[in-house]
Structure formats: C-alpha cells, structure tokens
C-alpha cells in the first residue's frame, strides 16, 4: 500500500488531507441543498394551508347560506311565478372558475334576449 500511495505522490497524510478539503468544500453545498429543499418544501406546505383554509372558509360561507332561497330568474314581485332556483356564482363556483361560468351566464342571457326579440320582431 506504501508503494501505491508512494507512485501517486502522496502518503496517508496527504490523502487524509485531501479528503478533509473535499469534504470541508462538499459540506456548505450539501447543506445548501438540504435547506433549500426544506425551504421548497415548507413554501409548498404553506401554499397548501393557505388553499386549505380558503376552501374551508368557502365552505363555511356556504353552510351559512344553508338555508338557499331561490332566487333566479329575477321576476318582479307582481309577475305570478316565483324564482325556481337558487344562483349565486360567488359561493357555489370555485374563484378560480368565477370568471369562465360569468362570461357563459352572460352569454346565456345574451342568447335569450336575443331570441325574445325576434319573437317580437317577427310578429
């Protein structure tokens, strides 16, 4: 084993030294590594616990709203019919589909006004 370590230049010491260098340099980067995952991780536990605490409230809002009134179509109070159906986007949508199911409920409006005016025209 001397006569290895005497053809590469170098006895135990000098081995020792080295591998104490590369582990001295190797060290800050492992734990770099290691608290920059924990750090990814804790960033994604807390995007997790915030999504979990919206939807728990939206969830709680909707509780509170238990008792659902119908409310659409908006009829005037003299017209004979009563609103048959409950509709509030704000609660019963998710917030990030708000704003697709608005666009097509306005569009659905916009179809049936359309609509009752060429029944009016055409006569």
Known sequence: SSGIN????????TM???????????QPNAEKLVE?????????????ERQLRE????????RVYGDRVPNFPPLPHFFPC????YHNIDFDIP??????????FYH????VFCYLMNFIVCF
């Not at 020792?16 to 190797?26: A, C, F, G, H």
């Not at 939807?55 to 709680?60: A, D, F, G, P």
């Open 16 to 26: 020792q030294k080295q591998e104490e260098i590369s582990t001295e340099v190797l």
């Open 108 to 111: 659905w409006q916009f179809t």
């Open 55 to 62: 939807e728990q409230k939206r969830l709680e809002d909707a």
């Open 82 to 85: 009563d609103p048959c159906v």
């Open 6 to 13: 005497a053809e590469y230049g170098g006895n135990e010491e």
């Open 95 to 104: 917030p990030e589909h708000q704003l697709s199911v608005r666009r097509v």
């Open 36 to 48: 920059d995952e924990f750090r990814k991780r804790e960033e994604d536990l807390e995007r997790r």
